[in-house]
């Protein structure tokens, strides 16, 4: 939904004059985006009280003066389930947020005193920051807008791997008896259909990122729409040509239309309304998860982190540009879940989640772009004791697992580099994952939240 011009150019302006921000919180399903705006809107809304951020200067200053959810600027979308995650994380027993399952969005106004007071603002000033939430699995879709019916198919085959092959067999098998040039039957292709959705779901069951479309994993309101009902075609040739010039109601026509349609409808209105005019970004990945789920699993999260980054826009920003075309000139990227492993493997999951990263971390440098990396909990579950074992003293963590069994534990050791074959046959990976923190209402405990908002909005806090 468009907003009126009015709003539009307000904003614009506001922007100009930094008193407004809007972060992009970007990050795969289960990567803990929830956790983390949980975590911000909460700790912000504390500031000044017994919130911790102490590598926020504006906080440790105590110029920090607090934060307040005031209207969002698109009101026909809703708003971020702010109440409800807190409600989850204070019951007794606490249990994590939801997936997410649609959109919603979220104004913050920041109240500050600038550190140093000009005639053209009072004893405080105030940011707004503009945040929005979404299920992980849509994201995927925006490098689609970047391919084509026959690349896009093409693609999804080169790229996967042995045991992603595996689950997609069903699917492969029967894609496999159409022929592109053929008349298409609509029984038949969203039967087709099905079989793909179903591989895809059983990739996303066996801890696989890279899946795509992400609206056939949830759906929303297109449920059963015929939009939905395509599927890459196997063993195509890159002859462009000859496929284009296939009658409109062959199988191959028909699926590319439906592919067209989808990104057209789908993805693009997504992109637009949500996607562009990002100020800042950060960027979640559970590595931890991802090294639990083994080697395939690692590398195509590499891949679909990097195909997801080229869908923003980075650079650093003119005046100009700043008013109409805003480019993200400011990002971080962050290993989640930080609190599943003692805190001297945090320095080797920061640089794990750089190799991880490589890539976009290359054309990230050429555009000039600030990157922090870190590694971080949102929402602290597990605090750090010390255990004597034979004379030596030894980092652990006690915790309770999603069972409500209390422990105490050493996790094992984060690899801080790509770990290579003979690694993962050496050693797997088990880190377990913990309840929520019992909490009565006051700051969440985090890890390194403050300095994530530090490198993200601490400069507009001066
Ligand atoms: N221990 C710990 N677990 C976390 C933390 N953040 C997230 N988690 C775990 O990760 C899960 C997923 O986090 P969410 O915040 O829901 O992830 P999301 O990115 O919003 O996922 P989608 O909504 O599915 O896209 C949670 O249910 C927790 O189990 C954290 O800071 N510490
Ligand atoms: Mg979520």
New binding site residues.
């Given amino acids: 939904m468009r907003q009126p011009l009015a709003r539009e150019l307000h904003d614009l302006l506001e922007r100009g004059r930094d008193r407004q921000l809007r972060l992009a919180v970007t ?1 795969l ?8 705006l949980t975590s911000l809107v909460n700790q912000l809304r504390h500031a000044g009280l017994e919130a911790r951020l102490d590598l926020l200067p504006a906080a440790r200053e105590g110029r920090l003066l607090g934060a307040r959810r005031v209207s969002q600027p698109d009101l026909s979308v809703p708003r971020f389930p702010y109440d409800g995650a807190m409600a989850a994380l204070t019951t007794d027993p606490p249990h ?2 939801e ?2 399952r649609g959109i919603s969005e979220l104004r913050l106004s920041i109240r500050y005193r600038p550190a140093q007071r000009g005639w053209w603002h009072g004893d405080s000033a105030q940011l707004a920051l503009d945040l929005f ?1 979404y ?3 849509w994201l995927l879709d925006l490098p689609l807008l970047a391919t084509d019916y026959l690349a896009w198919s093409r693609a999804v085959m080169d790229s996967a791997g042995p045991e992603r092959q595996a689950l997609m067999a069903e699917w492969q098998a029967a894609a496999a008896k159409l022929d592109p040039a053929a008349e298409a039957n609509e029984a038949e292709l969203a039967e087709i259909a099905e079989h793909y959705a179903k591989a895809l779901r059983a990739a996303r069951e066996a801890g696989f990122a890279d899946l795509q479309p992400g609206r056939f994993l949830l759906p929303g309101d297109l449920e059963g729409a015929p939009v939905l009902q395509f599927f890459p075609l196997p063993g195509l040739a890159d002859d462009r040509e000859r496929l284009d010039a296939l009658p409109p109601d062959s199988v191959y026509a028909t699926l590319a239309a439906r592919f067209r349609h989808y990104q057209q409808r789908i993805v693009k209105p997504f992109y637009r309304d949500h996607f562009r005019r990002f100020d800042r970004q950060i960027v ?1 990945v559970d590595v931890l998860g991802a090294l639990n789920a083994g080697p395939e699993r690692f590398e195509d999260l590499a891949q679909a982190l990097a195909t997801l980054m080229q869908s923003f826009d980075y650079g650093k920003r003119s005046l100009l540009s700043r008013l109409f075309a805003p480019r993200i000139d400011r990002l971080a990227i962050a290993a ?2 930080a ?2 492993v003692t805190p001297e493997q945090h320095p080797r999951l920061t640089a794990l989640l750089e190799a991880l990263l490589a890539e976009p971390l290359k054309d990230l440098r050429y555009a000039d772009v600030p990157v922090k990396a870190l590694s971080l ?5 597990t605090e750090v004791r010390e255990v004597t074992q034979a004379g030596v003293r030894s980092p652990a963590l006690r915790g309770t697992t999603l069972d409500g069994e209390r422990v105490l534990m050493f996790p094992g050791e984060v690899p801080n580099r790509l770990p290579d074959e003979a690694f993962w046959a050496r050693q797997g990976f088990a880190f377990t ?2 309840r929520p923190p019992q909490t009565s209402g006051a700051a969440l405990p985090h890890i390194r939240l403050d300095a994530a908002l530090d490198w993200l909005l601490g400069d507009k806090l001066q």
């Fill in positions: 990050g399903s289960r990567s803990g985006k929830t956790a983390f994590w947020p997936p997410t939430d299920p992980g699995e979640l989640t879940k609190d599943h909990a949102s929402i602290r579950a994952a913990f």
